[in-house]
């Protein structure tokens, strides 16, 4: 009887191995989970009411191009990896977020023209308000969401005008920049669409002092609608190319400090408080 109990024994327990390496083989590695590219990057697109249909189908197409263009595909090549990972949302307002191009690697120009075709697919998304803090927050998520694992992980966030709805703006940037996540703006000056009451003259300034950070990040202002392809490209090949050619942002050997901002006053509330002071109601607490 006890040699028996004794093989059920023995069989259990190779049952149960067998079964171990079963699940393992099947189950994935964390090293398949997490393929290697040189950059993660996210690009945020306003979408706000600010902005007319013409100008939201300027955006869409300038970025499709960018994507496509032969500098930017050899910044890519020249990489390390040789391809990044790219993410594609539209924002506006606090919970306005459409996720259009979910995380997708750009390793060739076929990819790169399969994600511009995602882009240019469907008319672009609208709504009202303006709050990039739920951007960041939204861009900040999707890096929890990658199966990727860059070099270098970047927020790229265009918009027409400052944070009036959600968070402070630059205390979300500041947490996300604390992570390890560099945020560079693409501020949009060009004075058009439906609602443009909350313009700010130095919209450059404001994205430089309360929504970008991180170290090398930076903005490129867009004063001309004309303009808007060639700054979309310029600054994807800044943010790839750094990746590739700046032992900075390397993990683990830092070469060079942070970019630090000169220490000069600005109100990161500017935006809210034009909310709050406007002398008409949209019918929007």
């Given amino acids: 009887m006890e040699r028996r109990f004794t093989s059920l024994r023995l069989v259990n327990a190779a049952i149960a191995s067998l079964g171990a390496c ?45 994507l496509t263009h032969d500098h930017v595909l050899n910044a890519i090549r020249d990489g390390l990896h040789g391809k990044i990972a790219v993410a594609y949302f539209e924002w506006a307002g606090e919970g306005s977020q459409y996720l259009v191009v979910p995380w997708t690697v750009i390793a060739s120009r076929a990819d790169a023209e399969a994600i511009a075709a995602r882009i240019s697919a469907n008319p672009p998304n609208s709504a009202r308000r303006t709050s990039i803090s739920s951007g960041l927050r939204y861009a900040h998520d999707l890096f ?86 060639e700054a979309v490209r310029r600054k994807l090949v800044m943010e790839i190319a750094d990746s590739a050619t700046d032992p900075y942002f390397r993990r683990g050997t830092p070469s060079r400090p942070p970019v630090i901002r000169a220490a000069e006053a600005y109100d990161c509330q500017v935006g809210e408080k034009r909310w709050r002071g406007r002398s008409w109601d949209w019918g929007t607490p």
Avoid at 34 to 57: F, G, I, N, P, Y
């Fill in 22 to 66: 079963v699940l393992a083989a099947l189950a994935p590695s964390q090293s398949s989970a997490q393929e290697a590219v040189d950059v993660e990057l996210v690009l945020a697109v306003d979408v706000s009411l600010s902005m007319s249909h013409d100008e939201l189908r300027i955006q869409r197409d300038g970025y499709a191009a960018a």
């Fill in 144 to 229: 929890a969401e990658s199966a990727f694992r860059g070099t270098k992980r970047v927020i790229d966030v265009s918009g027409d005008g400052p944070n009036n709805q959600g968070e402070w703006v630059n205390v979300v940037r500041d947490e996300i920049v604390g992570r390890g996540i560099v945020i560079n703006g693409l501020p949009l000056m060009t004075r058009g669409g439906v609602a443009s009451g909350f313009d700010i003259a130095d919209l450059d300034r404001y994205y430089e002092h309360c929504v970008t950070g991180g170290p090398g990040s930076f903005v490129v202002p867009v004063n001309d609608w004309q303009n808007f392809p």
